[in-house]
């Protein structure tokens, strides 16, 4: 009977002991106490200059931020019948298997706040195990987990010393089941990463590498073992957002070499050190990545990489308005020729300057390194879906400009640029939405930015939402409290998940997330006086004889107060979807008491003007439906007389930029919305094209300096789209149910070629006109019924779906 007993309790120990082994734990070579990790987010601008935030950071133990391997060996002897890798590698990981990459992945898992989300990602990797002996091999680097600083930074943030999560599950064919995964046994080496930072850049040194560290067999008794770390707090979430790859490579287009006297005067303008031997290369094309390289030289050779999207005076590269320092430094092992990229920093270029290194056919006394160059465009993998084309060459080139700076910025999250900031502000989510839902597949990124928000907000009892999320940095001190919090920027919590319904025909986004959109309509309302909100940044960078920044045409609590609005008008439709008709009832009195509070502030009944009679002023009342009707008709006048008296030009920024434009189409002045952008001066696209631009740039006239690579301008795709091609559907309509196809004839323009992908499938819509027809050829999904509207016919004709090809006579 004692036999029997103690059987018992050592198979009940034995099973214990192996579910707690299946348990993966968090490793890495330092937890966050032994670290000395200052806490909080508040250390940027000035804060860091104080002596004791400098005495914080400095006091932090080295070994915190330092690149390390992982690695782990195993035997398996049975058959496998499948095998599955789940991991979170913080900041960021690349992980192989007996010496195989795993994924294409860059900056995986995609950024969140790691208080409260933390990512994971699966892979199937049975066709890497072997019988016999396997191992895994895990690179971890600091990515926005653990920005310590370095070179150039703009802010200092760590939720903890680089860690690992590892679960690797293998199925047997005869029904038994293996986890594999991080713990103790683990151990670390540093890696050949001497330097990481998302900010700074990195320090590769060839020569530290170690042949088959991921490999069975390899001898790691040099190696130390891990130490078991303290979880991130934030919640382990399987990632369903598209990964971040290398999308596209650019070669060389132009080389200069730098005189002496070049590099001379570079050095004290840079306020760095240029080598003699630096030569700048033009890439062409301005985007967000990082080089790549292939070298081949001695042992300990150094290579200096420095990227930029402008040039000095001398034809240097020029980090002054994106953040400097930020450089690459590859230290060669020597023999072979060596390939290599950074694995956990990227920056905004068109341009690499390139020291210590010549290209092949440069002279070289000196026996520098010969190099070639290319640069890897990185952005998020989230599909195209979309094409345009037209006959005005400028309309197409300002098409691809926006489409480059989307791509530039559209990251973990949508960045306002890929340099200085990396931030995720998020006015751009719904001022460029449809844009962005025209020309890509959102379906999973819009939810992962929308927790992103969720999360932001959710550090805040009062409801408020930041204008960035993830909220890496609260913005403090004088002049700061506009930029950490902004009505049109925490708006997106609202607009974009119906913007995601207007286009999928799906409400969940709203249906999650109620509680949250309520919290902050509630928050605006409390910190409304008399039903006006009055902070906030307004209509970011608007044009006028001025540098852009703070809104300077438009009063600030106009803007403020019409989002405040708007918001309203959504949660009374979310109220009525998730069926509370107590807030229903509660938004809709609500939405009469704003508007006309709104009218009584910033309404001339003398004049028919709002605000200051700026084209923002009045554009926002007029889009929203805000202006009585005995008045909409001067409203619309002073507007368009605003607009003539500038030239036909527009005076609109970041904000007021999408209403304009709708507010031309939707009545009617399209006319007036091709002439606005059809020439080659500023404010306009076609100025930057002028200019040499090959992104959308941060301001209307790029001459004015800041970055040349923001989409925050980029409203203009929406008209390109919905009015140009004309893909419309029925208003109060979801998931284009009902369509509606009504291109505009406008200007010149003799063709439109336009097409974009909706949940029942592709449309297409391309129209030619000549001097008396107009031509049109439409394909839509079987099934999908639209109204076409030709030129100059005052009723649509209804088709099922399908390929309709019609043609109508013109009236000249």
């Not at 979309?386 to 098409?399: G, K, P, V």
């Not at 809709?588 to 084209?615: H, I, M, P, W």
Request: include cysteine; proline fraction near 4%; hydrophobic fraction near 35%.
């Amino acid at each position: 009977m004692k036999r029997s007993i103690l059987s018992i309790a050592l198979i009940f120990v034995f099973t214990l002991q192996t579910i707690w082994a299946i348990e993966p734990v968090w490793i890495g070579a330092i937890t966050r106490s032994d670290s000395h990790l200052p806490e909080g987010r508040i250390y940027q601008g000035n804060v860091l200059r104080e002596p004791a935030v400098k005495a914080a950071w400095g006091a932090v133990d080295t070994l915190a931020k330092k690149s390390i391997y992982l690695r782990k060996e195993f035997n398996l002897n049975k058959q496998i019948v499948s095998a599955t890798v789940n991991i979170s590698g913080l900041g960021h990981y690349k992980l192989t298997l007996n010496g195989k990459r795993v994924g294409d992945s860059e900056f995986a898992p995609l950024w969140s706040d790691y208080d409260k989300t933390v990512y994971y990602n699966t892979y199937d990797v049975t066709a890497l195990l072997q019988n016999g002996g396997n191992a895994i091999g895990v690179l971890l680097g600091n990515g926005f987990y653990n920005v310590q600083g370095g070179r150039y930074r703009k802010l200092l943030i760590s939720f903890g010393p680089p860690t690992l999560y590892f679960d690797l599950t293998i199925r047997y064919a005869d029904g038994t089941m293996e986890h594999i995964v991080s713990g103790r046994e683990w151990k670390y080496d540093l890696s050949p990463l001497t330097f990481n930072c998302l900010y700074g850049g990195e320090n590769y040194d060839a020569r530290l590498e170690q042949s088959g560290w991921d490999s069975p067999n390899f001898n790691d008794n040099n190696w130390r073992e891990v130490v078991v770390q303290e979880a991130p707090k934030g919640k382990l979430t399987a990632q369903q957002a598209p990964p971040v790859k290398i999308m596209e490579r650019y070669g060389i287009r132009s080389v200069k070499k730098l005189t002496q006297s070049e590099v001379d005067s570079t050095t004290i303008f840079t306020k760095r050190t240029v080598d003699p031997s630096a030569f700048v290369l033009d890439m062409g094309q301005n985007l967000a990545g990082f080089p790549e390289i292939v070298v081949r030289g001695k042992r300990g050779q150094k290579v200096t990489l420095l990227p930029a999207e402008s040039l000095t005076k001398e034809g240097a590269a020029n980090q002054l308005q994106t953040g400097r320092q930020h450089y690459y430094e590859y230290t060669l092992k020597g023999g072979a020729t060596e390939t290599w990229h950074p694995s956990f920093s990227y920056y905004g270029f068109r341009y690499i300057q390139v020291e210590g290194a010549v290209l092949k056919g440069m002279k070289n006394p000196k026996k520098l390194p010969v190099i070639d160059v290319k640069s890897c465009f990185v952005y998020n993998s989230a599909e195209d879906i979309s094409t345009f084309e037209c006959s005005n060459d400028l309309f197409n080139q300002a098409h691809k400009l926006i489409h480059k700076a989307v791509r530039s910025n559209m990251q973990a999250v949508f960045t306002d640029c890929p340099h200085r900031e990396k931030l995720g502000w998020l006015e751009q989510v719904h001022l460029n939405g449809p844009g962005l839902f025209f020309n890509y597949d959102l379906r999973t990124y819009i939810p992962k930015v929308m927790q992103d928000i969720a999360d932001a907000q959710s550090h805040y009892a009062n409801g408020m939402i930041p204008s960035t999320a993830p909220q890496y940095v609260i913005f403090t001190g004088v002049g700061m409290e506009n930029f950490a919090e902004s009505p049109e920027w925490g708006s997106s919590m609202i607009i974009a998940p119906f913007m995601y319904y207007e286009t999928y025909g799906d409400n969940s986004l709203i249906t999650k997330y109620y509680r949250q959109m309520r919290a902050y309509t509630d928050y605006l309302t409390s910190r409304a006086t008399n039903h006006i909100v009055s902070h906030g940044l307004g209509d970011w960078y608007d044009y006028g004889d001025f540098r852009a920044g703070f809104s300077r045409n438009t009063p600030v609590p106009l803007v403020a107060t019409a989002h405040y609005y708007m918001d309203i008008c959504y949660m009374i439709q979310a109220a009525e979807i998730v069926g509370n008709e107590y807030d229903k009832a509660y938004y809709t009195r609500l939405k009469t008491d704003v508007r006309n509070a709104f009218n009584a502030t910033f309404f001339q009944t003398e004049t028919c003007q709002y605000g200051t009679g700026s084209q923002t002023s009045n554009s926002l009342p007029l889009f929203l439906d805000m202006v009585d009707e005995q008045y909409r008709s001067k409203v619309l006048q002073n507007l368009i007389d605003d607009i003539r008296a500038h030239g036909n030009r527009l005076t609109t920024g970041d904000v007021g930029n999408r209403y304009l434009f709708r507010v031309l189409a939707d009545n009617g002045l399209n006319e007036l919305m091709y002439a606005m952008h059809n020439h080659y001066e500023a404010p306009g696209y076609g100025f930057q094209l002028k200019f040499g631009a090959t992104t959308l740039t941060e301001q209307w006239d790029p001459r004015q300096g800041s970055s040349w690579n923001h989409f925050m301008m980029g409203q203009i795709d929406e008209w390109f789209f919905r009015s140009l091609a004309g893909i419309q559907q029925e208003a109060g309509t979801y998931g284009y149910k009902k369509m509606i196809i009504r291109p505009e004839l406008v200007g010149n323009l003799t063709f439109v070629r336009a097409s974009t992908r909706i949940p029942q499938g592709r449309i297409a819509v391309e129209w030619h006109r000549t001097d008396d027809e107009f031509a049109i050829t439409v394909e839509l999904p079987q099934d999908c019924p639209a109204q076409i509207w030709l030129p100059q016919c005052d009723k649509p004709i209804e088709v099922a779906g399908g390929s309709v090809k019609l043609k109508s006579k013109l009236n000249k």
